[in-house]
């Protein structure tokens, strides 16, 4: 049975024989840009009848891409692409959190989103970017030696607060942290303790 081949297939030579010697290398890879048949034309390869027989190469396995995004990647979307659909579920400029990366035939690398319905195996990559990752501020609480309550904000881990702490606290005190909580659940409990005061 012969090889089949196809445009874009990397090939290697392994029979360059007598009367090839001329224009392959044994051993060397070549592209395939043109199928006639069993016979291919390569990549910056003449030859005097213009293709060559398939027989005389192998397919080099070539390693598919790296997905453009992981499961977990929180992505923008950057265009709706020319369809309508698209446009139903997705908005540009916001951002979706991806929830599997396609693997069936065809549609690999494409991606399914937290809270967006799979109307195909998964949306075109294309459609989106990696979104900047956000930065947390921290909000320190607890109390110092003297006894005095304090509340610090402090951008990045515990262990940035921590530095903050050391860097800004006042030398002759030590400080207890009672907790760290983002800033946002932050302005929720000074919320509610003053709505609570107030009542």
């Known amino acids: 049975m012969s090889k089949q081949f196809k445009v874009g297939d990397k090939v290697k030579c392994v029979d360059a024989g007598q009367s090839a010697k001329r224009y392959l290398e044994y051993g060397r890879e ?10 291919v034309v390569l ?3 003449d030859h005097p009848f213009g293709s060559w027989n398939q027989n005389r190469f192998e397919l080099v396995a070539q390693e598919a891409p790296a997905p453009k995004f992981k499961v977990g990647d ?16 997705m908005k540009v400029g916001e951002v ?36 900047p990752q956000e930065q947390n501020e921290f909000i320190l609480k607890g109390k110092d030696s003297a006894g005095r309550m304090f509340d610090y904000a402090s ?29 946002a659940v932050f302005a929720v409990q000074e919320e509610v303790t003053r709505c609570v005061t107030a009542v």
């Open 74 to 89: 929180k992505v923008k979307c950057v265009n709706l692409g020319n369809g309508t659909t698209a446009s139903i579920y």
């Open 43 to 45: 990549n910056g390869v």
């Open 155 to 183: 951008l990045g881990s515990l262990d940035e607060c921590r530095t903050y702490l050391e860097k800004h606290g006042k030398a002759e005190l030590t400080y207890t942290v009672t907790e760290c909580v983002p800033r």
């Open 96 to 131: 979706y959190e991806v929830r599997a990366v396609c693997t069936q035939d065809g549609w690999e690398g494409d991606v399914s989103l937290v809270g967006v319905p799979d109307i195909f195996p998964g949306w075109c990559v294309s459609r989106f970017e990696l979104a």
């Open 30 to 39: 070549y592209f395939v840009v043109e199928t006639r048949g069993t016979r």
